[in-house]
């Protein structure tokens, strides 16, 4: 089977995020001036060959420990599991 | 001695490497990332650039790179490994150091001179240094603002393994001047071993008056004075 996985990498709450920062104050002079915080992360959309969605998780989890995400200043979650095709691979 | 000099697609600064190599009279044998071999180096540098054009992080495609495996195993094993700029970026990602090096506060690219206070030279990169000696060597980065969580900060003071700070010219503290906002204004780390080095100036671009600073010199002549008064220093030649 072939599933879409979006995964959201985005630095780690404690870490300073100067990109948020710039966008929140873009954002209070454009008039939004309820917006408490920006953080600014990225988006990835993979598509991945699996038995079911358990194991297509956690392969996409190790992906985040070992390439996707720096484990030293970024946090990852998998936003959305869907299938694609049910064929088998 | 020998300097091999890392080059991936996207390394910018290796040839600037390369001349202060042979400026200093050394040999310098350009190791292409494909490759395994280390051509007898005493001393890897990983130059700056943009390596495999940054995606996803800088850093953290050329990790994987066939000469990195080698550059790896050789640091393990004691050998010398010099990370400047983009350089330190994949150390960092190659967790051959700690911390990472995230975009700049001022969100902008920063290519300017800066003065770093040498903080330890306990290692074969600034043994040639004393202590507190100010060096003038410029950035030129849009990543290069030093984090790590507080546990690791206080083990790298303990150890004392912070090898260089951003400071004023008069040597203060550099406060609101520093390039972009590194905790505790560091501005290059070594590993526990003390034989890999990372920093994100750039002591190439330092290297004779023309410059405006022959100051990253000194670098380059401590790790030749460190390789030639010790048999023992390049472990890993072999590889």
Known sequence: MT???EVVVALKPVVNDPQGLVVRDGLHRLGFSGVRSVRVGKHLELEVEGDDEEAVRAQ???MCEQLLRNTVIEDSRIASVRVLSDAAA | MRFGIAVFPGTWSDRDCRHAVELAGHEAVMLWHKDRDLQGSDCVILPGGFAYGDYLRAG???????????????ANNGGLVWGICNGFQILCEAHLLPGALTRNSSL??????????????DSAFTA????????QVPVSHGEGRYVADEETLAMLEREERVAFRYVR????????????GSMH??????NAR??????????????????????????FESVATSVSGSGAMPVGAAL
């Open chain 1, 60 to 62: 996409v989890e190790a």
């Open chain 2, 108 to 121: 902008e690219f920063r290519c300017m001179p800066t003065w770093l206070r040498v903080e330890t030279v």
């Open chain 1, 3 to 5: 599933f879409s996985v």
């Open chain 2, 194 to 219: 003390r034989n890999v080095l990372g920093m994100m100036p750039h002591p190439e671009r330092a290297c004779e008056q023309l410059l405006g600073s022959s100051d990253g010199m000194r670098l």
């Open chain 2, 169 to 180: 010219r008069d040597g203060s503290s550099a406060g609101d001047e520093s390039p972009n």
């Open chain 2, 185 to 190: 204004d560091i501005a290059g780390v070594v």
């Open chain 2, 60 to 74: 953290a495609v050329a990790r994987f790179a066939p000469l990195m495996e080698s550059v790896a195993a050789f």
């Open chain 2, 128 to 135: 040639g240094c004393a202590r507190g000696d100010l060096l």
